[in-house]
T-cell receptor
Framework: AQTVTQSQPEMSVQEAETVTLSCTYD???????LFWYKQPPSRQMILVIR??????QNATENRFSVNFQKAAKSFSLKISDSQLGDTAMYFCAFKLSGTYKYIFGTGTRLKVLA | ETGVTQTPRHLVMGMTNKKSLKCEQH?????MYWYKQSAKKPLELMFVYSLEERVENNSVPSRFSPECPNSSHLFLHLHTLQPEDSALYLCASSQDPQTGDQETQYFGPGTRLLVL
């Protein structure tokens, strides 16, 4: 069975600095997707970034980038130039290609300090 | 705004009440999902519908009853709930993973449910 682990329940970072959120997963499959979702205090979950396992290049979306280490089954999220609006819960998620089941971690609560 | 709406946003109900949660997506997706989100627990997938047919049912108690009349609408009918059912219920949609190449889910804002 697949699992997703986020070992940092809470983190904080100063505005304009960089922070990295950790995520590890376990699977014996080869074709899958990984996601980072953000859930601000208003509670609407939005996609931050996604990574296809078959792509070696790390995904990047503006200030957000991932460090995808397939052999180590690690998928960390780096937020550069942190902004107050980045304050939210961040969830790491895993999905096998062609299936309906998304598996989420327990989340990391990030607080950006002014 | 993700293109997925949910009503009501907040709901308080007694254990003997019957209520329904509604989800609507405006993204042209053909798969829809119900999740339960409780504090300090991972999101729990409850039901999945693809092209209006249920394709996943993860051992959810029968007091939760889903309905998908078309690919844009999804309901969760609630009856004789327990206090431990209090949680945030999230709806999501995506293209069907088995027919499309879009694997990303889009979430609604959720319904905060309190069972007294």
């Amino acid at each position: 069975a697949q699992t997703v682990t986020q070992s940092q329940p809470e983190m904080s970072v100063q505005e304009a600095e960089t922070v990295t959120l950790s995520c590890t997963y376990d699977t014996s499959e080869n074709n899958y997707y990984l996601f980072w979702y953000k859930q601000p205090p208003s509670r609407q979950m939005i996609l931050v970034i996604r990574q296809e396992a078959y792509k070696q290049q790390n995904a990047t979306e503006n200030r957000f980038s991932v460090n995808f280490q397939k052999a180590a089954k690690s998928f960390s999220l780096k937020i550069s130039d942190s902004q107050l609006g980045d304050t939210a819960m961040y969830f790491c998620a895993f999905k096998l290609s062609g299936t309906y089941k998304y598996i989420f971690g327990t989340g990391t609560r990030l607080k950006v300090l002014a | 705004e993700t293109g997925v709406t949910q009503t009501p946003r907040h709901l308080v109900m007694g254990m003997t009440n019957k209520k329904s949660l509604k989800c609507e997506q405006h993204l042209g997706h053909n798969a829809m999902y119900w999740y339960k989100q409780s504090a300090k627990k991972p999101l729990e997938l409850m039901f999945v519908y693809s092209l209006e047919e249920r394709v996943e049912n993860n051992s959810v108690p029968s007091r939760f009853s889903p309905e998908c009349p078309n690919s844009s609408h999804l309901f969760l009918h609630l009856h004789t709930l327990q206090p431990e059912d209090s949680a945030l219920y999230l709806c999501a949609s995506s293209q069907d993973p088995q027919t499309g190449d879009q694997e990303t889910q889009y979430f609604g804002p959720g319904t905060r449910l309190l069972v007294l």
